[in-house]
């Protein structure tokens, strides 16, 4: 596999984590808005800001992939 595969690769599934735990907190969200005793939302507030952080960090990570793979492209950046 090319090195510029990889590259794609890894930010193909960053990209995929992200959107994923992007639903998880939208969806959380709702649960927050109609959250019940007996049926709380599935986050609290500190495991939703890991997931925050957790987009954060894999989003940085695939741009710095991005700008790598333009890089061994040669492509202006």
């Known amino acids: 596999m090319t090195p510029s595969r990889e590259?794609?690769?890894k930010i193909?599934?960053?990209l995929r984590v992200i959107r994923g735990l992007a639903d998880v907190?939208?969806?959380?969200?709702s649960f927050k808005t109609d959250a019940t005793d007996e049926?709380?939302?599935q986050l609290d507030q500190s495991n939703e800001m890991v997931l925050h952080e957790a987009?954060?960090?894999?989003?940085?990570?695939a741009q710095n992939e991005l700008v790598?793979?333009?890089n061994s492209?040669?492509?202006?950046?």
């Open 7 to 9: 590259l794609y690769n």
């Open 12 to 14: 193909d599934t960053s």
């Open 25 to 29: 907190l939208i969806n959380n969200d």
């Open 39 to 41: 049926a709380p939302a």
């Open 55 to 61: 987009v954060l960090l894999l989003a940085d990570a």
């Open 68 to 70: 790598e793979l333009v």
């Open 73 to 77: 492209l040669g492509l202006p950046s």
